[in-house]
């Protein structure tokens, strides 16, 4: 079992749609989240960084997690073309040795 | 603030030379991390660096690959004797202090 896994999509939605996106982990030591979102040939861009349970607003993003059911997920108001991305789970494993990925959800937002 | 550097961008390598990657990290941080991407799949983890340490290096494969960070200086990647295999993508990540952690725009590696 991966620790962190994704659905890789791709999650096709209109713009202007609210966007849900999630992953689950299996670690119940993980504590530490981030969601970066990747465009096609660049670096993972941070988008939010959240610890524990409960929600993180920025802008037009929500960051929720859930510990009880191990479950993160990522809200995109008012989506745009430009969301269209891949979109990256992440946890800091054991000590911060490593950011453990998921697989990644690709979002396509068509105009 | 400059982001995280690296370079080259894009880097061409016939089968048998060497590669090397370099990376920069934002100021301040002194935790580094490599990670590999082939088209269509994840990030995996390489290496885990602090100045003139190896903290983790469980992802690197064990023969060909090696990585540091020295004192002064960028934190290089280094591939011996590459294979058409290693061409990817390879990133590199900055962290101040086990907090956020911030990715450069990658190296593409494509060995010919």
């Known amino acids: 079992q991966k620790e962190v896994e994704q659905d890789p999509g791709p999650l096709s939605v209109p713009e202007g749609a609210i966007v849900s996106l999630n992953c689950t982990y299996s670690?119940?030591?993980?504590?530490?989240f981030m969601w970066y979102r990747q465009y096609s040939r660049k670096g993972p861009e941070l988008l939010m960084y959240?610890?524990?349970?409960g929600n993180k607003e920025d802008g037009r993003f929500t960051a929720q997690v859930d510990k009880s059911s191990k479950y993160i997920s990522l809200f995109i108001r008012d989506s745009q073309p430009s969301d269209s991305a891949t979109y990256l789970c992440?946890?800091?494993?054991?000590?911060?040795?490593?950011?453990?990925f998921g697989t990644g959800t690709r979002l396509l937002v068509s105009p | 603030n400059a982001g995280v550097m690296q370079n080259p961008r894009h880097l061409v390598r016939r089968r048998g030379q060497e590669a090397r990657l370099r990376c920069s990290p934002m100021?301040?941080?002194?935790?580094v991390y490599w990670y590999r991407q082939l088209p269509e799949e994840g990030l995996k983890f390489m290496v885990y660096?602090?100045?003139?340490?190896?903290?983790?290096e469980s992802g690197m494969p064990k023969e060909r690959f090696s990585a540091e960070f020295p004192k002064e200086g960028p934190s290089i990647l280094r591939i011996q004797q590459v294979v058409r295999g290693d061409s990817a993508a390879y990133f590199c990540?900055?962290?101040?202090?086990?907090?956020?952690?911030?990715f450069g725009q990658g190296t593409r590696l494509t060995v010919v």
């Open positions: 992440a946890s800091w494993g054991t000590g911060f040795q490593k950011l453990v």
């Open positions: 660096l602090q100045k003139e340490n190896i903290i983790d």
């Open positions: 670690n119940s030591a993980f504590q530490y």
């Open positions: 959240t610890y524990s349970s």
């Open positions: 990540a900055s962290s101040p202090e086990k907090t956020e952690a911030f």
């Open positions: 100021k301040g941080h002194s935790h």
